[in-house]
């Protein structure tokens, strides 16, 4: 009998990139999306199969994760072996604007999928992945940070994650249901959303060289992150959850860098080198060669409270899950800009 999984959050990039890699492992894949005015499947587009077929590997459901009656009607449906719990209100910025919101979907929508896994008896039989986040952290000041570091969330989205978190420690220990976090650390890919800062950079870096927009606004260039690639990580979710035991593991590269060497790193790409001048919100990204603007500060883009640094130690995942990333930052960045250029040259119908 092949295992049956249930990913919430499928049209997002992780829910992408793991329906695929379950589906080459051989499972019958379940994904909840939300209705949406327009087309918000083009990430799963290329799983699509058709319903007609006796076989059918990946199916497409309604939900929300602030929906409960509908999420556990989903779960006794499908009656997965296990269930990745990717959806979310991810934007960290956004969480500032939407923080209720983020609350009920991020937060109690963990605690109703475990919910649903109690009320239907499948304590035993469903095994559960919660996307929990390097954002947990903070401000925290061990470094790099691990399992054992305590937590400072910084935002609505950390807050609302922290709930989450330990709903499913507590649901572990309360009922024995094989819960797990992972904690993650920025993952990316170019599948990632476009107001995220990697995507907004390489997506703005190809557009600028391509004459389609003049410069990039950005925010706490300064800020530091440990980016790795999303393909990677979801392979991470999954060993998790085939460990005999549940547990809380990070997933990192332990290597940093800065939201600036993001920025260079891309322009470098197209050969442009970029020379920094001025200071604080004055400071701008010049082309070396002509001189040109391409890069401003707009404060519009700080927020409230930031986390300037992250940094994980994933030796318990690498122990324990035989996990490693297998994507350098280099590698990642110039993934990234090929797929941006390539979309911004058929927009221009460069390329067929
Ligand atoms: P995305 O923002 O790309 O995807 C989020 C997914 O959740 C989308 O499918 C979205 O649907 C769905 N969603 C949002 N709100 C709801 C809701 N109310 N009901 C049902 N579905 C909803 O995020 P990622 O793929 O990058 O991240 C996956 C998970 O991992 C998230 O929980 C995120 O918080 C967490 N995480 C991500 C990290 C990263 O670096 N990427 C690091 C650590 C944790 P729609 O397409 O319709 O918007
Ligand atoms: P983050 O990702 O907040 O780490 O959350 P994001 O890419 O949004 O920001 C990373 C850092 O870059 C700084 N920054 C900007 N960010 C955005 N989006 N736009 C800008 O113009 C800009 N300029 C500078 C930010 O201030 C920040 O310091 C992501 C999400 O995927 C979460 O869901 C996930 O939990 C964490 O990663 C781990």
């Not at 989450?164 to 993952?187: C, D, Q």
């Not at 593991?249 to 060497?261: D, F, K, N, P």
């Not at 010049?286 to 940094?311: H, M, N, Q, W």
């Amino acid at each position: 009998m092949r295992k049956r999984a249930l990913i919430t959050g499928v049209t997002g990039q992780d829910g992408a990139y793991l329906a695929a890699f379950l589906l080459k492992q051989g499972y019958e894949v379940h994904g909840v999306k939300r209705r949406s005015s327009s087309f918000n499947t083009g990430r799963v587009d290329h799983l699509y199969q058709d319903p007609h077929e006796p076989e059918i590997g990946f199916v497409l459901h309604f939900g929300d994760m602030t929906d409960s009656t509908n999420l556990i009607r989903l779960v006794q449906e499908v009656q997965p072996d296990e269930i990745y719990n990717l959806a979310a209100q991810s934007h960290v910025q956004v969480s500032f604007d939407t923080a209720e919101y983020t609350a009920n979907a991020d937060g109690v929508g963990a605690l109703r999928i475990l919910e649903a896994i109690r009320l239907l008896g499948l304590t035993k039989t469903t095994r559960y992945y919660q996307a929990s986040t390097s954002e947990l952290y903070g401000l925290a000041q061990e470094r790099p940070q691990r399992e054992t570091t305590p937590f400072y969330p910084r935002s609505p989205y950390a807050v609302a994650k922290l709930y989450a978190y330990w709903i499913t420690v507590n649901y572990r220990e309360a009922y024995g249901i094989h819960a797990s976090n992972g904690i993650l650390f920025n993952h990316e890919s170019p599948l990632r959303g476009e107001t995220f800062v990697t995507r907004k950079i390489s997506r703005g870096v190809a557009a600028i060289h391509e004459g389609l927009q003049d410069k990039l606004y950005m925010g706490n260039i300064d800020s530091v992150r440990d980016w790795g690639h999303a393909r990677d990580y979801v392979e991470g979710m999954w060993r998790m959850v085939q460990q005999d035991n549940p547990s809380d593991y990070v997933l990192a590269t332990g290597q940093t860098h800065s939201v600036r060497e993001f920025i260079e790193l891309c322009f470098a790409h197209v050969g442009t080198t970029l020379c920094w001048e001025g200071k604080g919100v004055e400071e701008r990204g010049v082309d070396a060669k002509s001189g040109r603007v391409l890069v401003e500060i707009d404060p519009r883009y700080f927020r409230p409270t930031e986390v300037e640094y992250l940094c994980g130690d994933a030796s318990k995942a690498r122990n324990q899950l035989g996990w490693t990333p297998a994507t350098s930052f280099q590698d990642l960045v110039a993934e990234m800009m090929r797929s941006d250029m390539a979309s911004i040259a058929r927009k221009c119908g460069h390329v067929e």
